[in-house]
């Protein structure tokens, strides 16, 4: 499966997207999980452990599976 990867607000991402902070080096990938009380609920993709980040509104890289 081939991706591509677009910049978008956290705020627009779905439960289960692939996203990264880093915009400019290489990417590390995390999945999106909620917003939750302002802070943005993520989780590590290899190993499901969950992280928390007050940065609302930010622009990160997502990626996109293209079939």
């Given at each position: 499966?081939?991706?591509?990867?677009?910049?978008?607000?956290?705020?627009?991402?779905?439960?289960?997207?692939?996203?990264?902070?880093?915009?400019?080096?290489?990417?590390?990938?995390?999945?999106?999980?909620?917003?939750?009380?302002?802070?943005?609920?993520?989780?590590?993709?290899?190993?499901?452990?969950r992280h928390n980040s007050t940065l609302i509104?930010?622009?990160?890289?997502?990626?996109?599976?293209?079939?």
């Amino acid at each position: 499966m081939k991706t591509k990867e677009e910049f978008a607000k956290i705020n627009d991402l779905q439960s289960g997207d692939i996203f990264s902070f880093r915009t400019y080096k290489k990417p590390i990938w995390w999945r999106f999980i909620e917003i939750n009380d302002r802070e943005v609920v993520y989780e590590e993709i290899k190993n499901k452990y969950r992280h928390n980040s007050t940065l609302i509104n930010s622009i990160v890289l997502k990626r996109i599976s293209i079939k």
